[in-house]
């Protein structure tokens, strides 16, 4: 009976435990679908952070450099970026270049809105756009900026890359700090690595470290050998993009107005009578339309930037173990500030300050990279004329332009020589058989008269008095069209091409300028106000 009776408590007790041990688990199971119905990330993110996030929809169309008359077809394309102070949304210029049409979605919200750009540099890649319905903006605290982390610190990429709709964070590290090309305008400045997965799509997305802003996603390399690198615009070049529009006006990154060279070989530190201890660059040539003309002279040694000692490979002390190219301290410069160089001249140490009053654009011959404007052409006798420019050079495949072209890429301005000129393309017509196979040659005068730029081409060209018109390549090819016969036959050639326009906008304008309509020594070309 004893036996019995404990053996019927045992069964009841362990009949309870069975009990207990099933409603736990099932309690555990219910628990656990939930989770996977609703997964909360380990580490939290704030909701003010993601609710900043903006989705770019965009449409552009881009000119084609080839034939400068057409546009491209329209393209669809999406980018990222998220909402800063003054109501404005930033991202990269790349996502809204050429564009033709703007929208915008906030993070978790179905709406679009139609948006514009505010402002934009190409140079930087960055852009700043903004939407007319003010109550976009409400209830969302705008990102703020922070400085660039150290190097192996991590970070978080938000974005909208291609794949899905929804907002996209992932972690990467950032692994170093140089300069590097940016692909968009060519042009080197600041930029951070990272290894943190940068698709398309993510372009234009804040890179965040404690809920602040340390970069923009920017462009990452295309390779098969390559995995995961990325890079980020940092938070210096962005400060100073916006600091730059505050007046309203976006001027961009000055030049020193000078052209250097390194200087690590012994022997040439010795030509120029430096001590062990010194280091700089070498002055090679001054810019003719620089204020750094008369103040640096050739042959100067630039031993330190803003009181930056430049060591012999031309880098400068960033941060701890870390070193960057010493233009850095111009970079950070408006336009317009003053520049402090300690230079050697001759065995004397000089200290010299001027003013920087260029930019890339005002010292290279070839055009740098344009958007959101039409190519500048002027056809004449069926002869396609343009100025040379970055555009032109990636209109061929892989930007393979002729060999001839290429020398020009690295070349500057100087006082009688501005831009390049190019014989285009020819449109074939009578008037211009023989010239037929003409394609990229470079002009180099007109009637024997050499130009500076391709306005002053255009003048030579309308505005001359002879029966006929030479051009002369600087190969000493020549190419000579009748006059009168151009005159005649231009709008014909026009309406066989199927071409509306005869020029660019801004020809247009510069020849109602020259007072040449009804001439009777000029050709009376068909350009019509816009």
Sequence with gaps: MKYTTQK????RVTFKKVAMFIIAILFHLINANSSIANPQPKDEIKGDIKDAMVKIYTVSSEPNYFSPWKMDDPVNATGSGCIIADNRIITNAHVVSNQKFIQVQLYGQSERHNAH?????????????????????????????????NTLEEVLVYGFPSGGDSLSITKGILSRVEYQEYTHSNYYLLAGQIDAAINPGNSGGPVIVDDKIIGIAMQKIRSDEIDNIGYLIPTVIVKHFLEDIEDGHYDGFPETGFIVQNMENPSMKAKFGMTKEQTGVLVNHVHWNSTAEGKIKKDDVILSIDGHEIADNGTIAFRPKERILYAYYSDMHQVGDTLNLTVLRNGKIKNITYPLNLTGADIRLVTSKQYDVKPRYFIFAGIVFSPLSQNLFCAWEECDAPDELQVLKNKFTTKNRKEVVLALQVLPDDINKGYHDTQAMIIKEVNGKEFKDFNDFYRLVIASNDPFVEFKSDTEKRIIVDRQEAEETHERILETYNIKDD???????????LHLISSKNTIRLNFQQD
């Design 8 to 11: 019927r408590y045992r069964n």
């Design 117 to 149: 750009i505010l402002h934009i540099s190409h140079e930087a890649d960055l852009a700043i756009l903004t939407v007319e319905d003010k109550t976009f903006f409400e209830n969302i605290a705008p990102l703020e900026f922070g400085i660039l982390p």
């Design 503 to 513: 020029s660019s906008p801004d020809m247009k304008s510069l020849y109602a300028e």
